[in-house]
């Protein structure tokens, strides 16, 4: 960084305030830019780096303040860029992480391209297990969820109209989504090999 710049190499030490400048910067350092994003990220993600990298100094070359050489401030931008997508990559992979277990076999087969679809008759006969499910749930429980998502009822307003607690509340529509979800995955699987 502190030594001498030869006169040949000018284009790497100031700020290009052209395009032919800025095409003569890309040339001289793509390649040693390059190798050096692949250090952090795969080439095909450095490549694309390096040329946001680019872009970005093309596009505000005039209001950028360099006080270092353009070929620091190229390394110091890749060196940031691809610092920033590896944390993205790792919250889109936490993300992922989290959701995943959330979803079951059957839910991520629907969503494969490659897999098959589920028919209407599926969907219908989904939503008839649900509400026989419901039926099915103990009367605290039932009228618990009736209140919630037939009239859409806060907890606050079930509680207030069933004389009980919102905790109480709570606990029975946990009670009730987790037996609901248990039962509806019987009556698809049992369905499914009906249909077979």
Same mark, same amino acid.
């Given at each position: 960084?502190?030594?001498?710049?030869?006169?040949?190499?000018?284009?790497?030490?100031?700020?290009?305030?052209?395009?032919?400048?800025?095409?003569?910067?890309?040339?001289?350092?793509?390649?040693?830019?390059?190798?050096?994003?692949?250090?952090?990220?795969?080439?095909?993600?450095?490549?694309?780096?390096?040329?946001?990298?680019? $872009?970005? $100094?093309?596009?505000?070359?005039?209001?950028? *303040?360099? *006080?270092?050489?353009?070929?620091? #401030?190229?390394?110091?931008?890749?060196? +940031?860029?691809?610092?920033?997508?590896?944390?993205?990559?790792?919250?889109? @992979?936490? #993300? $992922? +992480?989290?959701? =995943?277990?959330?979803?079951?076999?059957?839910?991520?087969?629907?969503? +494969?391209?490659? &897999?098959?679809? @589920?028919?209407?008759?599926? @969907?219908? *006969? =989904?939503?008839?297990?649900?509400?026989?499910?419901?039926?099915?749930?103990?009367?605290?429980?039932?009228?618990?969820?009736?209140?919630r998502y037939l009239e859409g009822l806060k907890t606050g307003e079930i509680s207030?109209?069933? &004389?009980?607690?919102?905790?109480?509340?709570?606990?029975?529509?946990?009670?009730?989504?987790?037996?609901?979800? &248990?039962?509806?995955?019987?009556? *698809? #699987?049992?369905?499914?090999?009906? =249909?077979?």
């Amino acid at each position: 960084m502190g030594e001498p710049v030869e006169e040949g190499h000018k284009a790497t030490t100031l700020l290009p305030q052209d395009v032919a400048d800025l095409e003569l910067v890309f040339k001289e350092c793509y390649a040693v830019l390059l190798a050096y994003a692949c250090k952090y990220v795969l080439r095909e993600t450095a490549e694309d780096i390096v040329q946001d990298v680019f $872009v970005q $100094v093309h596009r505000k070359r005039a209001s950028l *303040n360099i *006080n270092v050489s353009i070929k620091s #401030y190229l390394f110091r931008s890749i060196h +940031n860029s691809c610092l920033d997508y590896i944390k993205r990559q790792a919250v889109h @992979q936490r #993300y $992922v +992480n989290a959701a =995943l277990p959330a979803f079951t076999e059957a839910e991520l087969d629907h969503f +494969n391209p490659d &897999g098959l679809r @589920q028919s209407l008759l599926e @969907q219908d *006969n =989904l939503e008839a297990s649900v509400w026989r499910a419901i039926e099915e749930l103990p009367p605290k429980c039932r009228e618990v969820v009736k209140l919630r998502y037939l009239e859409g009822l806060k907890t606050g307003e079930i509680s207030a109209a069933m &004389g009980i607690s919102s905790r109480t509340v709570e606990t029975q529509l946990y009670k009730a989504i987790k037996q609901l979800r &248990g039962i509806v995955r019987r009556v *698809n #699987y049992l369905f499914s090999f009906i =249909l077979l």
